[in-house]
């Protein structure tokens, strides 16, 4: 795909992926942040046992970064699912995050 991707278009595309394959019932807040959870935690299996250096360079590995890419994509699409189901837009749900964080941890 070449064309220019966002966070609309891409949630457009995993809700007709869900709709052609009758998923919506299953698409509760409860069971995608479950599997949210999963794939977050499926992503971290892969940095378990590496020390901070080797995590650093865990995509040197080509197979390791394609599970890497895979588990990020996973993640992403549950939390754009999500956000889609709870109606949250997640850009502004993070500027306006960003905005809290700078005023609890002004600069030093």
């Excluded at 949630?11 to 019932?25: D, H, I, K, M, V």
């Excluded at 409860?30 to 992503?43: D, G, I, P, T």
Aim: include cysteine; glycine fraction near 0%; charge should be negative.
């Amino acid at each position: 795909m070449t064309e220019h991707l966002d966070v609309a278009k891409l949630q457009r595309r995993l809700a007709e992926f869900a709709a052609a394959r009758n998923w919506q019932p299953y698409h509760t807040p409860k069971n995608l942040v479950s599997a949210l959870s999963v794939e977050a935690s499926e992503l971290a299996e892969i940095f378990q046992w590496l020390t901070p250096e080797e995590s650093a360079r865990v995509m040197d590995d080509a197979d390791t970064a394609h599970r890497v890419r895979d588990e990020v994509a996973d993640v992403l699409a549950y939390l754009l699912q999500l956000c889609e189901v709870l109606g949250i837009d997640p850009l502004t749900a993070l500027d306006a995050k960003i905005d809290r964080n700078e005023s609890r941890f002004p600069r030093s």
